[in-house]
Nanobody, 118 residues
Framework: QVQLVESGGGEVQTGGSLRLSCAASGTLSKGGEMAWFRWYRQTPGKEREQIALITSIGSTHYADSVKGRFTIARDDAKNEVSLQMTNLQTADTGVYYC?????????WGQGTQVTVSS
């Protein structure tokens, strides 16, 4: 089992920055492989979308909508995954969820609200 707790959401003006954190606990590795982590975003009226991924070896992938503005990172010593968000736009408003995947099993946090106002 993996437990995930997000923090760092809040309200910011257009062009501002926020850093989300995801504290992970439980079994984070199996068979020598560490969990992969993703950040998802759910905006009003839309389906939840994956916006950032970091693999067990630190490779990263981003949705086009956030590429160049958001940075995902992991600190395995602290069992923490972060999402640094810069140049935030009103379209970035939504609930952000941390997701962990380990041997094809997925785990979710409760989500944290990010509101970007103009």
């Amino acid at each position: 089992q993996v437990q995930l707790v997000e923090s760092g959401g809040g309200e910011v003006q257009t062009g501002g920055s926020l850093r989300l954190s995801c504290a992970a606990s439980g079994t984070l590795s199996k068979g020598g492989e560490m969990a992969w982590f993703r950040w998802y975003r759910q905006t009003p009226g839309k389906e939840r979308e994956q916006i950032a991924l970091i693999t067990s070896i630190g490779s990263t992938h981003y949705a086009d909508s956030v590429k160049g503005r958001f940075t995902i990172a992991r600190d395995d010593a602290k069992n923490e995954v972060s999402l640094q968000m810069t140049n935030l736009q009103t379209a970035d408003t939504g609930v952000y969820y941390c997701n962990a995947e380990l041997q094809f099993t997925q785990y979710w946090g409760q989500g944290t609200q990010v509101t970007v106002s103009s």
